[in-house]
């Protein structure tokens, strides 16, 4: 989950009240080609503080917090929600090799959020990766400027191999715990304030209010059969959260404490019987699945 990490840190360093929601969806064909459709969609909350640190970017040039100052580049937050083509362009060798920029366009979600969607095309699914690379470059460009590190070896992934008309998605989204909903700034300072690392979580839920976070898997012509757990028709969910709801949940902050105290708790095992518990949040649990295609 390094890319939802990665979109954490971003909404932290922006404002306490920012947030959006996201969803990217694989769609493969039996012949390996297919394309990458990518959802962004931001509060008014958050367009709102995009605008005024935007303005204040300007304002601050040469200052404290502008490149090379010491903070954040605020000039490239206009950006986040309006990315222009060649910026869009770029981002598809985020999402593997061969993977090419097809169609964006500006709109809405059924509550009124603006962002945009992007289309990406490929023609083998062999290539395609999604990990914290796969987020639009802006994002990741002013987290850098923040001067936090990304690794691309941290976190889960979604890598494919296709043999004849059988697909296998090897996700480390499950393995890789919950990398991102847990942070341990917070996790210490909650320390240091003599709180339990639950209660600190809890107080990130506001920050995180509407925000949802989704991979999916289409099979574009259909599908024979597959070993996937969660599966509507044609699609299957690969993870899927309410990351508020999530970071309320008891069975989350029980596990958090539990952790702290003793972090040889906390397992990868320990984390899949954990993401089960959690009403929030859907994850396939395997490490491997595979899809027959139509």
Known sequence: MRSLSLLLVLLTLLSNTSCLRTSTVVKVKKDGTGSIVARYYFSPEMLAMVDQLGALGGALAGAEGAPGAGGPDLGLIGELASPDEESLRADAAGYGEGVRYAKHEPGKDDEGWEGYSV???????????????????????????AGEELKNDEGGALTFALEGDLLTVKSSFARAGMDGLVDQKQMDQAKEMGMAPSQAIKMAAGMTKGMRIGFFLRAENG??????????????????????????????????DKAAADPEVATPEA???????????????KDEITVKLK
């Open 223 to 256: 599908m024979v059969e597959t070993t996937a757990d969660h599966v509507t028709d044609d699609l299957i969910t690969l993870s899927d959260g309410e990351i508020s709801k999530v970071l309320l949940d008891p069975d989350l902050g029980a596990f958090i």
């Open 119 to 145: 289309v990406y095309e490929f023609d083998d699914i062999r290539k395609v990766r999604i990990d914290q690379n796969s987020v639009p470059g802006t994002a990741k460009d002013f987290v850098e400027s």
């Open 271 to 285: 984390y899949k019987e954990l993401l089960k518990k959690l009403e929030a949040i859907t994850v396939e649990s």
